[in-house]
């Protein structure tokens, strides 16, 4: 069955370090995109990317990157420059011109200690 | 003006009860609309696209009302297991992309 695969489920980062979140999918999908989201609180897109080799900012990119080598992979970095990194974070894709929606993946949800 | 608006609620309705969310968004030109459903530290999923013409799906209603510019969401007979999070969805201006509503939460009481 195509999906799409985020992992880990859960991360627990130490404060300065940067670590990198997977998402891969099966669905033949283009475009990849990355969102935030606070506990109580809506989606907030950081990163997307129409085709692979090419991505934009979201609303809150700084602190963040990512990469699209690959049309299945859209990785995510939190570095050590986004200061307040625990949240849920989930990736999502679509066909070109998202006609028929976005499919989630089941998130990673990121923990400083 | 926020792009896609949404009342946060909660919503506490008893089961067996009919409840109906509304969505205004602000682009006119938008084309494509969209209600997902999240639950409690899960991911959105698709409930149901949001035709012109209006669509049900079981229990479910959605409508669009282009001239005034807002989406509805019409729940009949609720049940416990309806309790979640209900997003509104635009394609929003950048044309591929989709604008998400902050969210409306719905609580179904026994």
């Known amino acids: 069955d195509g999906g799409i695969t985020q992992s880990p489920k859960y991360l627990f980062r130490k404060e300065g370090q940067n670590v990198t979140l997977s998402c891969e999918q099966n669905?033949?999908?283009?475009?990849m995109y990355w969102y935030r989201q606070d506990p109580g609180q809506g989606l907030r897109l950081i990163y997307y990317?129409?085709?692979?080799?090419?991505?934009q900012k979201g609303d809150i990119a700084e602190g963040y990157s990512v990469s699209r080598e690959k049309k299945e992979s859209f990785p995510l970095t939190v570095t050590s420059a986004q200061k307040n990194p625990t949240a849920f974070y989930l990736c999502?894709?679509?066909?070109?011109?998202?006609?028929?929606?976005?499919?989630f993946g089941s998130g990673t949800r990121l923990t400083v200690v | 003006r926020k792009e896609v608006e949404q009342d946060p609620g909660p919503f506490n309705v008893p089961e067996g009860a009919t409840v109906a969310f509304n969505c205004t968004y602000s682009?006119?030109?938008?084309?494509?609309f969209f209600w997902y459903r999240q639950d409690c530290r899960k991911e959105p999923k698709l409930l149901m696209s949001?035709?012109?013409s209006g669509n049900e799906d079981g229990r479910f209603t959605a409508q669009l009302n282009r001239a005034s510019q807002y989406i509805s969401l019409l729940i009949r007979d609720s049940k416990l297991s309806d309790s979640a999070t209900y997003l509104c969805?635009?394609?929003?201006?950048?044309?591929?992309?989709?604008?998400f509503g902050g969210g409306t939460r719905l609580m179904v009481k026994p």
């Open positions: 990317s129409q085709i692979v080799n090419d991505f």
């Open positions: 669905l033949n999908h283009d475009a």
């Open positions: 969805v635009v394609n929003g201006n950048a044309g591929n992309m989709l604008t």
């Open positions: 999502a894709s679509s066909r070109q011109g998202a006609y028929y929606g976005y499919t």
């Open positions: 682009n006119s030109a938008s084309q494509s």
């Open positions: 949001v035709y012109s």
